[in-house]
């Protein structure tokens, strides 16, 4: 079993490199001591492996990805699903399955967002988030439309305004529909703090089982078989998905999520070899 792995761009990763790193280095020890023949590269380099494990969201990496993809390799996850969870098509494909999220506006021309709800969140439409502001909270019209504003000087042109909803902000964690995890985030130890928003949790009683479910049918949506993301619980139980992430750091649970992701992996070449014969 040739497996290759190519971490993550540094610019994809802000304020999480070194975690990133870490649980795919934990993942590579996890599979040499399964005897796979395992080579980390980078998007540059020439595939050629039966399995590709990686993080990449780079265009030209994941062009290379699904090339090597329609040659017969295993990627998990694949490019079409790590594109498909890219901001505007996470949310479109979760609306067509019905996945419960928040309710949310695309539009590119600011004027659209002068009758919808505030407060409410402002988001770079396109990719994925990358620096502190391409996420915004918005009290008001003023401040939405100050968000699109900065985002447009930075060349962002399609953007989504997402209704704001009062609850506790839970992560969850998940490899296939074999491991499952979910915690309430360390706010000082996120990407950009956004979790402070929503304030401390209040603990609000939900369904484990729904939480389950409900990312599965997420990650199902858009193909996605390594994935993170965070929801929303509101004070009557209800969960609503606000994000959805191809291949996170698992940080709270690397040690468990590493050998998950290795069985996992294991599994799948397996059954794909069983599947060709």
């Known amino acids: 079993m040739k497996i290759a792995i ?14 990133d790193a870490a649980i795919l280095e934990s993942v590579a020890e996890e599979l040499k001591s399964r005897d796979a023949e395992v080579t980390v590269i980078d998007g540059h380099a020439p595939i050629d492996a039966d399995i590709i494990c990686h993080m990449t969201r780079t265009g030209s990496t994941l062009d290379k990805i699904a090339e090597a993809e329609k040659n017969g390799a295993i990627a998990i996850n694949s490019a079409a699903a790590v594109r498909r969870c890219s901001r505007i098509a996470l949310m479109q494909e979760l609306q067509k399955s019905g996945i419960p999220q928040p309710e949310f506006t695309v539009f590119e021309n600011d004027e659209a967002i002068d009758a919808l709800p505030y ?17 915004c909270f918005a009290r008001n019209l003023n401040e939405a439309k100050e968000a699109v504003a900065e985002m447009k000087s930075r060349g962002i042109s399609r953007h989504v305004h997402s209704k704001h909803i009062e609850g506790d902000i ?10 499952f995890h979910y ?3 360390d706010p000082d130890k996120s990407k950009f703090g ?13 369904s484990m089982q729904e939480m389950r479910e409900t990312a599965f049918s997420a990650a199902k949506a858009v193909g996605v078989e390594i994935y993170g993301g965070d929801c929303i619980v ?7 998905i606000i994000d959805l992430n191809d291949f996170p750091s698992f940080t709270a649970v690397r040690s468990k999520a590493a050998y998950e992701i290795a069985e996992h992996i294991t599994k799948r070449y397996i059954e794909e070899n069983e599947r060709r014969r």
């Open 234 to 240: 509101d004070k009557n139980g209800s969960i609503y």
């Open 119 to 135: 407060p409410a969140w402002i988001k770079r439409g396109d990719g994925w988030s990358c620096h502190k502001n391409d996420v």
């Open 194 to 206: 956004l979790e402070k928003i929503n304030g401390a949790p209040h603990h609000y009683a939900f």
């Open 170 to 179: 839970v992560k969850f964690y998940g490899i296939g529909e074999r491991f």
């Open 183 to 185: 915690c309430y985030p």
């Open 6 to 19: 190519i971490k993550r761009n540094a610019s994809d990763s802000p304020n999480m490199a070194g975690n």
